[in-house]
């Protein structure tokens, strides 16, 4: 045999090799015995306990319809929740254990920007996406091209809030009290900066810690510097705390709050004092849409007849837009990547069919539903004065 056919046959049989490996690399993929697994970073302990909580629900009832419809390609998909008490520190060291461990495909979290983003660096160095669907802080996918994320960034979500409070209400004189975080901070801008376009005037900005429980002496100074409307970017604890000691100081002034605070649990927490309380939100469960519906119906039956909110949905379309992504991209880490470019249309509860930007690497599309709280209940605002 002569050095060119032995060379032929050593190119012919490389590449039958490599064919056959190919074939059984997707055949193992199906038929593999094993999960999926992902992994989140979350809080389950600490101020946010309760988001994970309710990630968790999310997460579990979309599992139930994705294992119920056969996997993917017939595997199981699962997920490993290390609680990071949305807590810099330990979303790095989450961070560090998940990015080693060759078994997560795709990780989900955290809940604040700040966490999410202190760990973003460890995650494009490995290129483990990272899939920050609650993270709204605008620099949040600009971490690199393994950051990804379902979640509005402030700078379209907080326009809207102050065109509702100025536009659409008619409120000319504003304080804004804000949760003192990076993601607070931000937020504030671009409220300040798009109500001020609208022609209202910022009487004063407060910002708080996330374990405060006394906010009186702020409400006084507030007080005394007589807004016709007090904005609240809060979360739902928090917010229903500081509209009830606002009531007690005497600020009777309109509230309106950013999507942070849309949750029943603001309803229970607030009681009277949330009511005639104004939210712009991105999910509203009296949404006719098919997406939303079967959401809700499902999440009322897997937890006995609890209402879900907006966290639920997010996590519960983050899930589903999870395994719309292995479904494409396998479990090879960069494959998922690029199988982000390339989803198009996934039902979803908040964004109806959901498409990425390619070049925001966020959901093209948000929506704005304008609520009051009457009655007890979270309803659309019909356009009547408070």
Same mark, same amino acid.
């Given at each position: 045999?002569?050095?060119?056919? %032995?060379?032929?046959?050593?190119?012919?049989?490389?590449? @039958?090799?490599?064919?056959? @490996?190919?074939?059984?690399?997707?055949?193992?993929?199906?038929?593999?015995?094993?999960?999926?697994?992902?992994?989140?970073?979350?809080?389950?302990?600490?101020?946010?306990?309760?988001?994970?909580?309710?990630?968790?629900?999310?997460?579990?009832?979309?599992?139930?319809?994705?294992?119920?419809?056969?996997?993917i390609n017939g595997r199981k998909l699962t997920y490993n929740f290390e609680d990071s008490q949305s807590d810099p520190r330990q979303s790095v060291a989450i961070a560090q254990k998940f990015v080693s461990d060759p078994r997560i495909?795709?990780e989900l979290g955290d809940f604040s920007s700040p966490a999410s983003m202190a760990a973003s660096p460890i995650y494009q160095r490995a290129g483990l996406v990272q899939f920050g669907f609650t993270n709204s802080h605008p620099d949040?996918?600009?971490?690199?091209?393994?950051?990804?994320?379902?979640?509005?960034?402030?700078?379209?979500?907080?326009?809207?809030?102050?065109?509702?409070?100025?536009?659409?209400?008619?409120?000319?004189?504003?304080?804004?009290?804000?949760?003192?975080?990076?993601? #607070? %901070?931000?937020?504030?801008?671009?409220?300040?900066n798009a109500a001020k376009e609208y022609g209202a005037e910022i009487a004063v900005t407060e910002g708080y810690i996330a374990e405060e429980r006394d906010f009186r002496s702020t409400l006084v100074r507030v007080r005394d510097a007589?807004?016709?409307?007090?904005?609240?970017?809060?979360?739902?604890?928090?917010?229903?705390?500081?509209?009830?000691?606002?009531?007690?100081?005497?600020?009777?002034?309109?509230?309106?709050?950013?999507?942070?605070?849309?949750?029943?649990?603001?309803?229970?927490? #607030? #009681?009277?004092?949330?009511?005639?309380?104004?939210?712009?939100?991105?999910?509203?469960?009296?949404?006719?849409?098919?997406?939303?519906?079967?959401?809700?119906?499902?999440?009322?039956?897997?937890?006995?007849?609890?209402?879900?909110?907006?966290?639920?949905?997010?996590?519960?379309?983050?899930?589903?837009?999870?395994?719309?992504?292995? +479904?494409?991209?396998?479990?090879?880490? +960069?494959?998922?990547?690029?199988?982000?470019?390339?989803?198009?249309?996934?039902?979803?509860?908040?964004?109806?069919?959901?498409?990425?930007?390619?070049?925001?690497?966020?959901?093209?599309?948000?929506?704005?539903?304008?609520?009051?709280?009457?009655?007890?209940?979270?309803?659309?605002?019909?356009?009547?004065?408070?």
């Amino acid at each position: 045999m002569s050095n060119i056919d %032995r060379r032929t046959l050593v190119k012919g049989s490389l590449a @039958a090799m490599m064919a056959g @490996a190919a074939a059984f690399s997707r055949t193992a993929f199906a038929q593999s015995a094993e999960p999926i697994l992902l992994g989140v970073s979350g809080p389950l302990t600490g101020p946010n306990a309760q988001y994970g909580t309710q990630w968790k629900q999310g997460f579990d009832l979309a599992l139930d319809e994705i294992q119920a419809a056969g996997g993917i390609n017939g595997r199981k998909l699962t997920y490993n929740f290390e609680d990071s008490q949305s807590d810099p520190r330990q979303s790095v060291a989450i961070a560090q254990k998940f990015v080693s461990d060759p078994r997560i495909v795709l990780e989900l979290g955290d809940f604040s920007s700040p966490a999410s983003m202190a760990a973003s660096p460890i995650y494009q160095r490995a290129g483990l996406v990272q899939f920050g669907f609650t993270n709204s802080h605008p620099d949040f996918t600009k971490g690199g091209d393994f950051m990804w994320s379902t979640s509005v960034s402030q700078a379209d979500e907080q326009p809207l809030l102050a065109s509702y409070a100025v536009r659409r209400l008619g409120l000319k004189k504003l304080a804004v009290l804000h949760l003192n975080t990076d993601w #607070g %901070r931000t937020s504030r801008d671009y409220f300040v900066n798009a109500a001020k376009e609208y022609g209202a005037e910022i009487a004063v900005t407060e910002g708080y810690i996330a374990e405060e429980r006394d906010f009186r002496s702020t409400l006084v100074r507030v007080r005394d510097a007589n807004p016709d409307g007090l904005i609240l970017i809060s979360y739902y604890s928090d917010g229903a705390l500081i509209a009830r000691q606002a009531r007690q100081v005497g600020l009777k002034q309109v509230i309106c709050a950013a999507s942070s605070v849309y949750s029943p649990k603001f309803l229970e927490l #607030g #009681g009277e004092a949330v009511e005639e309380v104004h939210v712009g939100t991105r999910y509203f469960p009296e949404d006719p849409r098919p997406e939303v519906q079967k959401f809700i119906a499902g999440f009322k039956k897997k937890y006995n007849g609890l209402e879900p909110d907006a966290f639920n949905a997010y996590a519960y379309d983050a899930m589903n837009m999870a395994a719309a992504v292995v +479904k494409i991209g396998g479990t090879d880490r +960069k494959a998922i990547r690029d199988a982000f470019t390339k989803v198009k249309d996934v039902p979803s509860v908040i964004f109806g069919a959901a498409t990425f930007d390619v070049a925001t690497r966020r959901v093209k599309g948000a929506m704005n539903a304008e609520l009051v709280v009457r009655k007890g209940q979270f309803a659309l605002w019909d356009g009547k004065p408070t």
